[in-house]
């Protein structure tokens, strides 16, 4: 018999992607432009002009056998000592190439990482609402997903109902700030608040609790006085997970990495055991034209300034319209208050109006629904009258 695990997971997609394929056939039936879809978080910005020129660069400057050859199998070496030169310099850490593995993006960081580091029954906690993909990812890894819900008015963490939730069987912290669904970004108090309670259980149980930071989201801040701080600084058994898929507008070509903490004392094990996770999942070798177009933009960014407008522009309708919301530090995602007690409902009635949003449910966040305002400001303004029509059908 197959898999049977493997065939619902193929037959039953997430409800992102549900809607997402639902918005692609409403859009064939009524037309693109009367379709309002904040389903997926797509880049809705190009990718900065750098980028096309890199590539146009690389393939006409690099020996085509080389380009499109392997390389090794934790990345070019050249690339990793850039990324871990220019982390060093703008974080001040003490990284080398040899810290660094590079990846098809974010999603393969955190499988990999995650089958390196986890034993059957292994617990991960992240915090609710967190990216659904987690626990398949956990799960998959033969570990067990623990869910804490953070304080229901701020999404901040809930350091009580953490420190509840951590056992002896805790292998690592998940951490995604600036945070998807939520946008919100934990502060240099609460990481340090974090570390501690992760040292004292580490200490109390003798063994590691490690801290996994998932960051495609880290450049997509929007107001100078929030920083986001990095993990390395203040907990040596981290590793970071990165992608350039938000921060370069590149989602479909697949590439990011692993950096690890090489202060913590089982540095040598741990990448060993990612580079051995990545060869028994069939990650080895991230594509490589894009290894060597990072190696050359690793420090541009797309234009973020759009996404700010969005946020801005919607956060002040949609509060005026009567939602609650919780205004986004970061990312490209807000997170409203259900008006009523199911946001599946609530996201059912917004149909009526072609307003495409997502079930808080399948992140840990019953009662609300996640906006992905990563889309064209026209877009914003032609669905606002929408979003005032669903406000006032609950009156």
Same mark, same amino acid.
């Given at each position: 018999?197959?898999?049977?695990?493997?065939?619902?997971?193929?037959?039953?997609?997430?409800?992102?992607?549900?809607?997402?394929?639902?918005?692609?056939?409403?859009?064939?039936?009524? =037309?693109?432009?009367?379709?309002?879809?904040?389903?997926?978080?797509?880049?809705?910005?190009?990718?900065?002009?750098?980028?096309?020129?890199?590539?146009?660069?690389?393939?006409?400057?690099?020996?085509?056998?080389?380009?499109?050859?392997?390389?090794?199998?934790?990345?070019?070496?050249?690339?990793?000592?850039?990324?871990?030169?220019?982390?060093?310099?703008?974080?001040?850490?003490?990284?080398?190439?040899?810290?660094?593995?590079?990846?098809?993006?974010?999603?393969?960081?955190?499988? +990999?990482?995650?089958?390196?580091?986890?034993?059957? =029954?292994?617990?991960?906690?992240?915090?609710?609402?967190?990216?659904?993909?987690?626990?398949?990812? +956990?799960?998959?890894?033969?570990?067990?997903?623990?869910?804490?819900?953070?304080?229901?008015?701020?999404?901040?963490?809930?350091?009580?109902?953490?420190?509840?939730?951590?056992?002896?069987?805790?292998?690592?912290?998940?951490?995604?700030?600036?945070?998807?669904?939520?946008?919100?970004?934990?502060?240099?108090?609460? +990481?340090?608040?974090?570390?501690?309670?992760?040292?004292?259980?580490?200490?109390?149980?003798?063994?590691?609790?490690?801290?996994?930071?998932?960051?495609?989201?880290?450049?997509?801040?929007?107001?100078?006085?929030?920083?986001?701080?990095?993990?390395?600084?203040?907990?040596?058994?981290?590793?970071?997970?990165?992608?350039?898929?938000?921060?370069?507008?590149?989602?479909?070509?697949?590439? =990011?990495? +692993?950096?690890?903490?090489?202060?913590?004392?089982?540095?040598?094990?741990?990448?060993?055991?990612?580079?051995?996770?990545?060869?028994?999942?069939?990650?080895?070798?991230?594509?490589?034209?894009?290894?060597?177009?990072?190696?050359?933009?690793?420090?541009?960014?797309?234009?973020?300034?759009?996404?700010?407008?969005?946020?801005?522009?919607?956060?002040?309708?949609?509060?005026?319209?009567?939602?609650?919301?919780?205004?986004?530090?970061?990312?490209?995602?807000?997170?409203?208050?259900?008006?009523?007690?199911?946001?599946?409902?609530?996201?059912?009635?917004?149909?009526?109006?072609?307003?495409?949003?997502?079930?808080?449910?399948?992140?840990?966040?019953?009662?609300?629904?996640?906006?992905?305002?990563?889309?064209?400001?026209?877009?914003?303004?032609?669905?606002?009258?929408?979003?005032?029509?669903?406000?006032?059908?609950?009156?």
């Amino acid at each position: 018999m197959i898999n049977r695990k493997n065939v619902q997971l193929g037959t039953v997609r997430s409800s992102i992607r549900e809607l997402f394929e639902y918005g692609k056939q409403r859009k064939k039936e009524i =037309g693109e432009e009367n379709v309002f879809d904040f389903s997926i978080g797509n880049p809705s910005v190009p990718a900065p002009p750098e980028v096309n020129a890199a590539i146009k660069e690389i393939v006409d400057e690099c020996d085509p056998v080389l380009l499109h050859g392997y390389t090794s199998a934790q990345g070019d070496y050249g690339t990793r000592k850039v990324l871990a030169d220019y982390t060093n310099a703008r974080f001040a850490t003490a990284l080398n190439a040899e810290c660094f593995y590079l990846t098809c993006g974010a999603a393969a960081s955190l499988t +990999i990482i995650l089958n390196a580091l986890l034993n059957a =029954g292994d617990e991960v906690i992240t915090f609710a609402p967190f990216f659904p993909e987690y626990r398949i990812f +956990i799960e998959n890894a033969g570990g067990r997903l623990v869910a804490v819900k953070c304080e229901e008015d701020t999404f901040r963490i809930d350091f009580d109902r953490l420190e509840s939730a951590i056992t002896a069987h805790t292998k690592g912290v998940i951490v995604n700030s600036p945070n998807n669904p939520s946008g919100v970004v934990y502060t240099e108090e609460e +990481i340090v608040r974090l570390t501690k309670l992760l040292e004292k259980y580490s200490k109390k149980y003798g063994n590691t609790i490690y801290l996994i930071s998932d960051e495609p989201y880290r450049e997509l801040v929007y107001d100078e006085r929030v920083k986001v701080p990095y993990i390395m600084n203040y907990y040596r058994h981290s590793v970071v997970c990165y992608s350039y898929s938000k921060s370069l507008s590149l989602p479909g070509e697949r590439i =990011g990495y +692993i950096a690890v903490n090489n202060e913590m004392p089982e540095f040598s094990e741990v990448y060993a055991a990612i580079c051995g996770a990545g060869r028994a999942l069939g990650f080895v070798c991230a594509p490589n034209l894009f290894q060597q177009l990072i190696k050359r933009v690793y420090n541009v960014t797309s234009d973020v300034s759009v996404y700010k407008r969005n946020r801005d522009r919607l956060y002040s309708a949609l509060t005026r319209y009567g939602f609650k919301v919780v205004k986004p530090d970061g990312a490209f995602y807000m997170f409203v208050k259900s008006p009523e007690q199911s946001s599946v409902d609530f996201c059912e009635r917004a149909k009526k109006y072609e307003l495409l949003i997502v079930p808080g449910d399948d992140f840990g966040g019953e009662g609300y629904a996640r906006i992905s305002y990563c889309v064209a400001p026209d877009m914003i303004e032609r669905a606002l009258p929408a979003f005032k029509k669903l406000a006032e059908s609950y009156r």
